[in-house]
């Protein structure tokens, strides 16, 4: 029994230092976009972004007054 829970204890220790390792977390960063400025729509807003070297583009609500849909850019590195 103290081989099985020694084995358990070691994978345990081992998969913690994976999730933990340092620079395991990638960061995505968000940019409005430059080149988009039209009544936002995901299609157009993904196109646009991939143009100016992004991976993603997503439309999101800014609450401001009035309440404006601008098309946020998508990178993994920031």
């Known amino acids: 029994m ?3 829970k020694d084995r358990s204890l070691l994978c345990l220790l081992f998969l913690m230092l994976i999730l933990l390792a340092p620079g395991s977390d ?6 409005a976009s430059k080149s988009y400025t039209r009544d936002c ?3 157009p807003c993904v196109s646009a972004c991939h143009k100016e070297g992004f991976i ?3 439309c999101e609500m800014l609450w401001a007054r009035p309440v404006i ?3 946020f850019c ?3 590195s920031c």
């Open 2 to 4: 103290g081989v099985l």
């Open 26 to 31: 990638a960061k995505t960063c968000r940019k």
């Open 41 to 43: 729509s995901d299609d």
């Open 56 to 58: 993603d583009g997503k």
């Open 69 to 71: 849909l601008r098309c």
């Open 74 to 76: 998508i990178s993994n």
